[in-house]
Nanobody
Framework: QVSFVESGGGLVQPGGSLRLSCTAS????????MAWFRQAGKEREFVAGI???????YYTESVQGRFTISRDNTVNKVYLQIDPLQPEDTARYYC???????????????WGQGTPVPVSS
């Protein structure tokens, strides 16, 4: 079964930047559309998706122009570059396989631990 380990989070001041990483286990990764989600309260929201070949990406409107999703299928990793960070980006960030990169349904019921991104001065 596929599992995920997210890393790269940490306290950042507004205007700063971070690069989050997601390492996926499992042989299907290279053919999986992937996405990043974040959770600040009760709900977990989709923020960015990437096609399994990396040829197409999609971002929710609130992060367009500041978030960049990418992947390296040779090492089973998905990345999320955030620049500049804003206080409203404060959340725990997760990755998962998705049914479609455009706000797709997460396919794995077992989420990773996520990585925290507190944005504060």
């Amino acid at each position: 079964q596929v599992s995920f380990v997210e890393s790269g989070g940490g306290l950042v001041q507004p205007g700063g930047s971070l690069r989050l990483s997601c390492t996926a286990s499992g042989s299907t990764f290279r053919h999986d559309d992937m996405a990043w989600f974040r959770q600040a309260g009760k709900e977990r929201e989709f923020v960015a998706g990437i096609h399994w070949r990396g040829i197409q990406t999609y971002y929710t409107e609130s992060v367009q122009g500041r978030f960049t999703i990418s992947r390296d299928n040779t090492v089973n990793k998905v990345y999320l570059q955030i620049d500049p960070l804003q206080p409203e980006d404060t959340a725990r960030y997760y990755c998962n396989r998705v049914s479609t990169i455009i706000g797709g349904t997460p396919l794995n019921s077992n989420w990773g631990q996520g990585t925290p991104v507190p944005v504060s001065s």
